[in-house]
């Protein structure tokens, strides 16, 4: 969401030692390879592609659905099962007074500039880093070179006047070297007619958040009325990026998963941070990012002790989501937490941080962090018809000065007619500060103004009192706060087959083939390094040649491993065994079962690795067993390959 600026003030000191520093990662990516692999595997593929295409928008084929739906269970094992925590499927068509409330129809937007010739849109952070770049690569002024990487850096959060500015400064084109126009705001939401009437504005929703929240007080009930909880969601949104590129990384539907952490105010503390405490965690803070550019390798216990994490909700689940981008595969050194300078976080914000991954693209934001305070369930209670709040009652009742307003609804119906219910949800909500204010005034004899929705209302003491008094009380309501991390799927997929792909070189016996670039010595294979857990096709089933007493296993075999929950896939196709070891190399199957002549006398089978390419001999009666355990990390690689006789390689 394009930010509300009014807040912006000066970033914070650096506040690390160097002793906590490292340098960043420099990693090489081989992305032509990966996607020609993606591309002939059928991974994904640009949507409706017979009629030309649509930018932003991409089918997933059989390997990349599989991938995706594996990468969703595992993260709901890892977060939703493992936390207890409770999960919601809401409706993607959202109704326009919702989304007003949450600030989108306000705020969330991009910049763009058109083409002054063509009429052709692009986005005007992303046509100006496009220009930083190409004059970063013709210049040696190093003093230059800083100072444009600075502005690279921070050009996605800036207004119109700022982009206006350095746009004209560099004297930046359109892609199609033409004049382009002054940058103006384009609102990202796709918009939906609800009905036939036309009369129910609504959009498809740009995040999944908005459900959980209007949905608290019933998840509040499904947890017995306690704090703290979490609820979580797996569904699709929706933004119309005004120009989609970079394949899965800039979408206009993507698959998002969201968890909302509720907890109280004054008790951000998680039951088990000490679980997370000593993982050692890549930061790159605020005073990195201002200084030395340098990551931080500390642990999460210390960083929240040190203030530089805001408390501890937020620390565990940054720590259990590094967890899960490691259990998908992203190698160690290719992560790292980058908290929000200043400038770039919402007003309501406390502190957030952003994992990145890199790849051939530059470090991508992939999951966000947020402790959002309680904004989002406040400005809910005052616009909808309910209190989102939740009851704390205390150790023992207590003796507190309450303060309250009390409506004459009589007189304010009269006055205000359909914004009573405004007016009255405004002042049961306004802190209490505020409403001393107002009872200061209303004292004097003089009226009280102030806004709902942008709209001024104005009220004679004759209409409100404001009371205060000593009650007894043995609990209070409260508006809980949240602690949100926000999962990019499509991000995270992407990235991660950048980090698991790799070349594997192999002596050549001269065959020219359809999948296999060969030289007179040396073949090179496509390789996806997956972990089990997620690949979309645990385990190949590969008969030794093509013989229809061999062929005969396989059935009975694919029907066994199903029953297990083990995905697999045959291939009984001629050729030779080590080109379909190779074929399934490329797609991230990490086993393989070959069948041959010993299988039909002993009754045992080859089980060979992926990655190790070692193979070792195994009991049919075993192997499902076996193959199982590997795929839910019961067993290791080592242990099996220790327990069981190896294979000389058949290919």
Partial sequence: MQKDRSHIIEDADPTVGAEFETDMPVIKFNRDAVEEVLKRRFFFAPSFGIYGGIAGLYDYGPPGCALKANMINFWREHFVLNESMLELDGTCLTPEQVLITSGHVAKFQDYMVKDLVTGNCSRADHLLKDAIDKIVGETKDQQKIDQLKDLRAKCEEFDGEQLEASLTELKVLSPENNPISKPYPFNLMFEAQIGPSGKNKGFLRPETAQNIFVNFKRLLEANGGKLPFAAAQVGLAFRNEIAPRQGLLRVREFQMAEIEHFVREDDKNHPSFQDVKDLVMPLYPQGQQLGSKKLVSMTMGEAVARGIVGNQTLGYFMARTYLFLLGCGVRKDGIRFRQH????????????????????????????????????????????????????????????????????????????????????????????????????????????????????????????????????????????????????????????????????????????????????????????????????????????????????????????????????????????????????????????????????????????????????????????????????????WGAVSEKYPKQEAKG
């Avoid at 709902?452 to 008094?469: G, N, R, W, Y």
């Avoid at 001999?617 to 290791?636: M, Y």
């Fill in 341 to 636: 300078l200043k400038r770039e976080m919402a007003h309501y914000a406390s502190d957030c941080w952003d994992a990145e991954i890199l790849c051939s693209y530059d470090w991508i934001e992939c999951v966000g962090h947020a402790d959002r305070s309680c904004y989002d369930l406040s400005a809910h209670s005052a616009a909808g018809s309910e209190q989102l709040t939740a009851y704390i009652r205390h150790p023992q009742p207590i003796t507190v000065t309450v303060v309250e307003a009390v409506l004459n609804k009589g007189e304010v119906g009269r006055a205000f007619k359909a914004d009573a219910k405004k007016i009255e949800s405004f002042l049961k909500s306004a802190p209490r500060e505020q409403l001393l204010e107002f009872k200061t005034k209303l004292d004097a004899g003089t009226n009280i103004t102030f806004a709902v929705d942008s709209k001024q209302f104005e009220l004679t003491p004759k209409m409100v009192k404001i009371e205060q008094k000593d009650v007894k009380e043995s609990g209070k309501n409260v508006t809980p706060h949240v602690i949100e991390p926000s999962f990019g799927i499509g991000r995270i997929l992407y990235t991660l087959l950048e980090h698991a792909h790799y070349i594997r070189e192999e002596k050549s016996t001269g065959e020219e083939t359809a999948d296999k670039k060969t030289d007179d010595k040396n073949l090179v294979r496509n390789v996806l390094r997956l972990p089990a857990r997620i690949a979309p096709t645990k385990v190949s089933i590969l008969p030794l040649l093509s013989d229809e007493k061999l062929e005969q296993v396989i059935p009975g075999l694919q029907k066994d491993l199903a029953r297990s929950g083990v995905s697999s896939k045959s291939d009984i196709s001629g050729v030779a065994i080590g080109r379909r070891y190779a074929r399934t190399d490329e797609i991230g199957v990490p086993f393989g079962i070959t069948i041959d002549y010993d299988t039909l006398t002993d009754g045992t089978v080859t089980l060979r690795e992926r990655d190790s390419m070692i193979q070792v001999r195994i009991p049919l009666k075993e192997i499902v067993g076996v193959v199982s355990d590997l795929c839910e990390g019961r067993i290791t």
